[in-house]
Nanobody, 124 residues
Framework: VQLQAFGGGLVQAGGFLRLSCAAS????????VGWFRQAPGKDREFVAT???????AYADSLQGRFTISRDNAKVTVYLQMNNLKAEDTAVYYC???????????????????WGQGTTLTVSS
């Protein structure tokens, strides 16, 4: 599976943006796909994930502002981000894994494939 994240850019605080993660591979629909982010000077952290059956999980601090969804026909996972804040500034990565279970959805090490990242900058 190869992943390509895109859609980042410069947004004003309070604005919105949608990131996309395009994948290759016929078995994409069976994979769990997650979004992670790394802010300047900080460790990479979990943002959201969506399983093959549509079940979603979010970082507690982001639920309500971010929404993850997938379109298996388009082999793409989306991250809709609303009411953006300066602290959302980061490089956003998508990742995919085939063997995740509920207890591992937020673990970076559980994901086998990673995209190259797309940068979001939120100006205050």
């Amino acid at each position: 599976v190869q992943l390509q994240a895109f859609g980042g850019g410069l947004v004003q605080a309070g604005g919105f943006l949608r990131l996309s993660c395009a994948a290759s591979g016929r078995t994409f629909s069976t994979y769990t796909v997650g979004w992670f982010r790394q802010a300047p000077g900080k460790d990479r952290e979990f943002v959201a994930t969506i399983r093959y059956n549509g079940h979603t999980a979010y970082a507690d601090s982001l639920q309500g502002r971010f929404t993850i969804s997938r379109d298996n026909a388009k082999v793409t996972v989306y991250l809709q981000m609303n009411n953006l804040k300066a602290e959302d500034t980061a490089v956003y990565y998508c990742a995919a894994g085939a063997r995740l279970i509920s207890s591992t959805l937020r673990r970076q090490t559980a994901y086998d494939y990673w995209g190259q990242g797309t940068t979001l900058t939120v100006s205050s």
